[in-house]
């Protein structure tokens, strides 16, 4: 079948208003990610049943987060973040003033820096400073071509899945094999469980002031680098898979309505029935934290990317026209950085002790109904914002930073 030749690309001058329609879509969908991190201990982020599960209720908007949401707009953050990396490299390269990768490196030390300022203070969870560490291979990444990008991301979740086991595998091979109490299988508990012990703990330390917590979180920060690095390789995925739809005109509004739909209907129909049986696994299993780790963080993430993939060429397809949604949506998304960090602000000032003090005070439906708030917040004020001033705070500072550094 001979596929009709693409429109004519956007000038560089001009935004892609889909792309940064689906950047506003990430963001967004980021946030009911991240609202069960600042609403429950960390193992009900991944486990129904180890906390904040009072009705069915709960239940099915776990089920609707584990196939729809988790991972999946993390995955179109990090596509976009590498799209965002080539334009700009690209930028720097057709302009023929000095070394673009300079610049780069120089953008990738202040966003890590923002980073470590913001799981600090508010996010434990915060994405940025893995961008960041995985933005240091880009420049090695941008002169290929659009097949040989995929082909590295394809790589990349291979090694995620084949580390990713290895650190997680054995709770999971003593759960279905021995049968009794295991080293690797009380720290699954208290990773991924339901350990009395570890929730009160959790609890207590979801309480604690702001000082204590920059206390904390200051001294933890070499544990947290050995975390975000275990995290490089499925990161780094989602990036080069990002920039190689850039090369290949997919993410450029080069592609035709048909041809997305055919790609968010293929890599739809791979995900979403993986997704559902790892699912049935679980709940079949009742939740035993040996199988829930290795099944959130490691057995997923290709269903999560193919989906994150499936949003992309939909967005794109139906985003495209100019009309009051997708500006409100492409000004979210050109204050993407801001809008991200924003929502911990407001995420923190609901769940913290120094605001509401909601944390492990409400179930998973209600921390999800809650998130709703930074997200109307985020539509509201991001289409003035940006008609007054242009950027965003915080793009404002990472520019200005970055070039003061290169």
Known sequence: MVTPAPPPACPPSERIIALDALRGIAVIGIVWMNVLAFALPGPAYYNPLSYGAASPVDYWVWLGSF??????????????????CLMLLERGEASGTGRPWQAHYARMAVLFAIGLIHAT??????????????????????????????????????????????????PLVDFHVKHWSTDALLWAERQFGRDP?????????????????????????????ATIMASIPINLAAIALGMGLWKAGMLKAE????????????????????????????????????????????????????????YAALAMAFLARDNALTRTLAAVGRLSLTNYLMTSVVLAAIFAPWGLGLFGEVTRA????????????MLAWS????????????????????????
Request: hydrophobic share 60%; glycine share 12%; charged share 15%.
């Open 121 to 170: 203070l508010l996010a434990s969870n915060d994405v940025l400073r893995a961008y960041a560490i995985a933005g240091l291979a880009l420049p090695l990444l941008a002169g290929l071509s659009a097949r040989a990008l995929v082909a590295v991301a394809l790589g990349l979740v291979t090694v995620h899945l084949a580390l990713g086991l290895t650190a997680l595998g054995t």
């Open 255 to 310: 592609w035709r309505t048909f041809r997305l739909q055919r790609v968010a209907g293929i890599a739809a129909l791979v995900a979403l029935p993986g997704l559902l049986g790892l699912a049935a696994w679980m709940v079949a299993q009742d939740f035993p934290a040996a199988l829930v780790g290795p099944v959130a963080l490691v057995l997923s993430a290709p269903f999560d990317m193919l989906l994150g993939l499936a």
């Open 383 to 406: 289409p003035p914002w940006l008609a007054r001033w242009g950027q965003g705070p915080f793009e404002r500072l990472w520019r200005g930073g970055a070039k003061a550094l290169s």
């Open 197 to 225: 012990a570890t929730l009160a703990a959790l609890l207590e330390q979801g309480r604690e002031g702001l000082g204590e917590r920059i206390v904390r979180r200051g001294l933890g920060i070499p544990a947290q680098l």
């Open 67 to 84: 196939v729809f949401i988790e991972d999946k707009f993390r995955t179109l953050f990090a596509m976009l973040f590498g799209v965002g």
């Open 366 to 377: 209600q921390a999800f109904a809650l998130g709703f708030v930074p997200i109307a917040a």
